[in-house]
């Protein structure tokens, strides 16, 4: 009587860490930038209605909003976003693209949008 084969083989226990380690290396490096835009849609999200920059003018909306990135340890670029001021209201918009490496010639790009309306008066 033959004995039934029970378990799996080598190679598809190769094939299986294989592909946990790609799993593992694409979380390690796409992982961090959500976590920054996790932190970058609080600081826009504090500015919303909150009614703390009433009265306040576009260079102190300004500084705040780079003082909240530092104090988050996330930095943009200024052509990343924008803070407008329109019938008494501001808005400030966060529109970037981070991008980065995942294996050799392999990259990824995210897109990210936020936006907040606020009164300036």
Same mark, same amino acid.
């Given at each position: ?5 029970? +378990?799996?083989? +080598? ?11 790609? &799993? ?6 796409? &992982? ?8 970058? $849609? ?7 209605? $909150? ?5 306040? %003018? ?15 340890? &996330? ?8 803070? %407008?001021? $329109? ?5 400030? &918009? ?9 294996? +050799? ?17």
């Amino acid at each position: 009587m033959m004995k039934r084969q029970e +378990g799996l083989t +080598g190679i598809s226990i190769l094939i299986i860490v294989m592909f946990l380690v790609f &799993v593992a290396s694409l979380a390690l490096k796409v &992982v961090p930038v959500y976590a920054d835009d996790s932190a970058i $849609k609080s600081i826009v999200a504090s500015f919303d209605n $909150k009614g703390d920059m009433r009265g306040k %003018t576009k260079k102190m909306v300004t500084d705040a909003f780079i003082k909240r990135m530092k104090i988050n340890n &996330v930095m943009l670029e200024k052509d990343q976003w924008s803070l %407008t001021k $329109k019938d008494g209201d501001f808005l400030l &918009v966060v529109d970037y693209e981070p991008r980065g490496e995942l294996i +050799g010639s392999l990259e990824f790009i995210v897109h990210f949008h936020h936006e907040a309306k606020f009164a300036a008066n």
